[in-house]
């Protein structure tokens, strides 16, 4: 889903230097939508700093700030003028230039471009968020052409048409495993350069390889995972894609054959709905008695920790250029943690055997070694929650670094490297100083847990809340 692959570093092959806590910048807070301020933000490597993006205000006259290495503001992003919203999305490394591209929360969606000398020039799109105000959601990705794609969500998904057993208003109760597994909404997107609109077309963008784009196109049982050439739109394949997720590819093509990650959880999810339905039935759960329904509800929870779910995933390698499945690989458990490097693909696994496994890009398994929640119980939960797993955060040639939220009688939260024949013996390890992995707040992103950091030459920089810490050498 989320493409946590950074252009900058994916070029890189030094292995990482033990890191330390050097410094901490106070920024505003990161505004995930217009509802709440979240507990974590975004960041963007760029040039050797990072970019921090945060929550304008009504007096506020910027949106984001650079800083050095070292902590220190080398500029700040100003706020276009006439935009009430002020929640920005992004930013964005667009390729070959290396230009900066932040996207602004507006009536229409605007994106500003930063030149390297400093200079920016705002461009309004097409994209409304009128269309669905009451949960406003862009999405920003860079092209490798120097274009960026905007997606925006039009409309709530239907759901209608998926089988369900168990009467739609019980959703109250019965949302996370009936809703967390699909998007919740539709989503038209648009491809734009500096100066003009290039193409427009529906569904999410999820990544883009070379010079294709990955789309995540509609909702249910009328789902796809569509390629579209970054040039025109062009449609290259379809595919169909119920219970199917685009985890990430690389950024840079690394090889002729460009690859992209697909999951498939439609095995968990029918076992998981299948243990639904029955512990409704077995309890007596109906809409038209909400009294015996309220009161079944521990026990509906006991029901499930003694169902537990042993149906597969299936992690697919497709060809960006033809859609066909070049290898797949079926896990015991559902992934919530993916990175892909050009030579590896790394996930963590939540199952009744947890691990971290690690293939080729060929397929080829390398290791799968085992790992921990944070607070380990008997619940089945399905979906898991994928905050309390390791995170892999980034990756060389060789080697992994993994971000890990820990108990303090444990540690604490903690950002470790390892081999990726070992990923579970850290070469060495710095605590941190907040629980680093977390999960985003829209559900289509809800699948991959994530950590707040961005790594540029030898320095890594983390974001929780209003703090920044720079970690060095």
Known sequence: MEDRADPVVARRSDSVKPLRVAWNHKARMYRVDTNHLGSEGYLLAWQGRVVVPYYAGPEA???ASILDRDGTVVKTIEVPPGTRVRAP??????????GLVAGVHAERFQLIWIDLDGTSQ???TDLH???LASRPSFQLTSATDGAVIVSAATALASFEKLGWTIDLRLDSIYETVR??????????????TRTARRWDAPGRVACVADDVAIMEEGSGIARYIVARRVSDGAECWRREAIDQFVLGTLPMPAWSDDRVYVLDRGARREQAWARETETAALHGIAADQPMRTILSVRAVARARDEQRITAPSVLRCLSTRTGEVLWHAAVDGDVVSFYCHARWVACVVAGERSALRVWRHDGTAISDAPTQALEPSGAAQWPPDAARWPCVAWGDDEHVLVAQNRAKGH??????HATIECPDVALWETPLPAPCV???GFRHLRLLNRVPMAFTNDAAFL???KQVYGLLP
């Not at 809703?179 to 734009?192: H, I």
């Not at 540690?411 to 470790?416: A, E, I, K, V």
């Open 61 to 63: 006259s910027d949106l």
């Open 89 to 98: 999305t992004g930013p964005v490394v667009t390729w070959p230039d290396e």
């Open 438 to 440: 977390s999960v985003p």
């Open 463 to 465: 974001r929780w809340g």
């Open 411 to 416: 540690g604490g939260p903690r950002l470790y």
């Open 179 to 192: 809703r967390a597994p699909f998007e919740d909404c539709e989503y038209v997107s648009e491809c734009r």
């Open 129 to 131: 968020a009128r269309a």
């Open 122 to 124: 705002t461009v309004a």
